[in-house]
């Protein structure tokens, strides 16, 4: 990513194109790159999966831990989502603590999984008040080429569709372990989908060059019922309330299609 | 302070549990310069949100390595007081604290006219003293106001409202009681003279139909808290304009 004039000609050539109703990889304004689902890569994790948008490459492990419930919820198992924006990703990532981008990345994946009520969290209870069990989805963002929320989401969701929960009985308040596994209990299919504004044209899944010049962008998730579960808008740029109306019809849409990469019913 | 969930959050009536209707706001008031130290200031009281904001700069940036070649880098923190929740919070700043003051961030800065200031910092606090509901909205109403007290050139106010559902109805500005017993919760924030929307999030379940119903009502709410920010701005700098005519003509007088 050099700031250099001849990128900043290119960026000039990729939304002008855009006001021509055209994208510089030949996609149409509301097409999403091609999407790669691959569940299970990691064993010692209960669930995994790796979505590849385009050259954006996504890598989501799940693990289960026991651990204490929130004391508004003491009936109900935890899910915290964490991402991490690795180096090796992007020149633009660097080492250290979470930034905020990573902070907001994770937390609109998690909007989307709590709010659809994904997990059926009462099924996760050991001991009321005191013990269940944690849900913990790590998003790994292993190539950055834009529109990470959307390879994030769909990562995760196709995780936890693939986490196996282990059988267990429960002895003197401890966990015992017993052999064999059922699936974890995924109950909705939240689709995050993104849309960016360039030059007053509303673009679906913007790569990388496209996020360098958007004004801004507006993700929404999608339950399976068609409603709307969360949203994130981003960027210096603003929408027009039209816009936004117009964004959350495109969403819908778009949300069926994604969803069926991951589920098969 | 556990209180019991009451049965309903709202009435046969249409009246909701502190006595509004379904698009009334919050009694709202907002206050000018209240920090002696500020570059410009304001004090939000909305419902039982307490929210100071304060604005330094356009100042050198520090660290350096911060300063952007084209324009001024708006720096913003959010952050809530330890005492400002039923639950004391820990001060240090939270994941949520972090993702809102970046939404809250961009949120602003479509207003800010960031190029007249290059390699400088415009740094934004937002001390939250009592939370109840709708924090970030508040938030952004006031500071928008403090940057306005701090003379930075801007294209309008960004002010602020949620909208949401509570009990299958849809309902303007939600309190913290409102929003935990909801469905869902939309907050926005708007530039009336630009028709832009600057920031807008959701949790919670809502249709497309709903949906579109909600931002119409926040935009609406985002109006209203236009005008309590412009007389706010008005009550503190048409005094100053008396204060100095009066001045001068006792200059005059001598």
């Keep these: 990513m050099t700031s250099t004039m001849a990128s900043k000609v290119r ?78 990703a992007s020149p633009s990532f660097e080492p250290g603590p979470p930034d905020e981008n990573s902070i907001e990345l994770a937390r609109v994946v998690d ?54 929960m282990f059988n267990y009985e429960i002895k003197d308040g401890e966990v015992k372990i017993k052999p064999g596994y059922k699936p974890l ?53 603003y929408f027009t309330p039209d816009q936004v109306i117009e964004v959350s019809k495109i969403v819908r849409q778009k949300a069926e299609e994604q969803r069926k990469l991951v589920v098969k019913e | ?37 500020a570059d410009g200031s304001a004090y939000i009281e909305q419902g039982k949100n307490k929210i100071l904001a304060g604005v330094y700069g356009p100042k050198e940036a520090h660290p350096k390595h911060l300063a952007l070649p084209d324009r001024a880098a708006l720096r913003c923190r959010y952050h809530m007081a330890p005492f400002s929740v039923d639950e004391r919070k820990s001060p240090a700043p939270s994941r949520r604290e972090l993702e809102l003051s970046k939404v809250i961030r961009e949120a602003l800065e479509p207003s800010v006219f960031t190029e007249y200031y290059p390699r400088t910092s415009i740094d934004l606090f937002i001390e939250v003293l009592q939370a109840d509901g709708g924090t970030r909205c508040a938030g952004i109403s006031v500071a928008s106001v403090a940057l306005a007290d701090a003379g930075i050139p801007m294209r309008d106010l960004v002010c602020a409202c949620a909208a949401g559902k509570v009990e299958g109805r849809l309902v303007l500005d939600l309190s913290d009681y409102e929003d935990k017993g909801g469905d869902a919760d939309l907050p926005l924030a708007y530039m009336s003279t630009v028709n832009a929307v600057t920031l807008l999030q959701m949790d919670g379940i809502l249709s497309g139909e709903e949906f579109e119903q909600a931002v119409k009502m926040a935009v609406e709410g985002c109006k209203q808290i236009n005008q309590i920010q412009k007389e706010a701005l008005r009550a503190k700098y048409s005094v100053a304009k008396e204060a100095e005519t009066e001045k001068e003509a006792e200059a005059g007088e001598e």
Excluded at chain 1, 31 to 40: H, I, L, M, P
Aim: a neutral charge.
């Design chain 1, 11 to 88: 960026q000039r050539r990729v939304a002008q194109l855009i006001s021509g109703g055209k994208r510089l990889d030949g996609r149409e304004l509301t097409d999403y790159r091609e999407v790669k689902v691959e569940s299970g890569l990691i064993e010692r994790a209960e669930g995994s999966a790796r979505v590849r948008l385009g050259k954006t490459e996504v890598l989501v492990g799940v693990k289960i831990e026991t651990g204490a419930p929130f004391p508004d919820t003491p009936n109900e198992g935890v899910l915290t989502v964490n991402a991490e924006l690795v180096p090796l």
């Design chain 1, 111 to 164: 909007r989307g999984i709590r709010e659809s009520k994904a997990i059926a969290v009462e099924e996760l209870c050991i001991e009321p008040g005191k013990k269940v069990f944690i849900i913990f989805v790590d998003v790994y963002v292993l190539n950055h080429d834009g529109n990470l929320i959307d390879a994030s989401c769909l990562a995760a969701l196709a995780a936890l569709l693939n986490t196996k």
């Design chain 1, 185 to 237: 209990s995924i109950r909705n299919y939240p689709i995050a989908v993104t849309v960016a504004k360039i030059n007053d044209k509303l673009v679906v899944d913007p790569w990388l060059e496209e996020e360098q010049v958007m004004d801004a962008r507006l993700t929404m998730t999608i339950e399976k019922d068609g409603n709307i579960c969360a949203i994130q808008k981003g960027g210096y740029g």
């Design chain 2, 1 to 37: 302070m556990t209180q019991k969930k009451p049965e309903k959050l709202i009435d046969e009536n249409d009246v909701r549990i502190d006595g509004r209707k379904l698009k009334d706001l919050r009694p709202t008031k907002i206050e000018v310069g209240v920090l002696g130290n």
